[in-house]
């Protein structure tokens, strides 16, 4: 039984943050992918290092610096990309109307009852004005 329940869980979570589970780890891998770019880069100008006359190349920092770049856009765009995904399934579930918070489920209640009300005082209204009317037309 307990295996039937962490086998519905984790369906339920899959379906809810597919997207989100599958952009991190989109994200872990290419943090990696790019720290190993830049492993083999520092690893080449050190095997330059040696061969040359013994002077550090400048690119070597400006590729940590990029490197640190390239960690925050790609972090960024895992950051907008949820964001983006979220915001278009919030919008196709309130042009379904498949909404279920329980705010709007309370204010659509109370517009409800609003309503009621203003044509019950429509009502009121119309009565006043048309007995208004029957006493004007019997004092002539």
């Known amino acids: 039984m307990n295996k039937l329940i962490n086998l519905v869980l984790t369906a339920a979570l899959w379906r809810n943050y597919k997207f989100m589970i599958l952009s991190v780890l989109t994200l872990i891998v290419s943090v990696f992918v790019i720290g190993l770019i830049h492993d083999d880069y520092v690893q080449w100008a ?59 489920k ?22 006043v004005r048309l007995m208004s009317k029957i006493l004007n037309q019997m004092r002539v």
């Open 46 to 104: 050190q095997y330059q290092l040696s061969q040359d006359n013994g002077s550090i190349p400048l690119s070597v920092g400006w590729s940590f610096i990029i490197k640190y770049i390239v960690y925050l856009l790609a972090i960024c765009m895992c950051f907008y990309a949820n964001k983006w995904v979220n915001n278009k399934k919030a919008l196709e579930k309130a042009v379904k109307g498949d909404d279920n918070s329980v705010l709007k």
């Open 106 to 127: 309370y204010w659509h209640q109370q517009k409800q009852k609003l309503r009621v009300q203003y044509r019950l005082v429509q009502q009121k209204i119309r009565k």
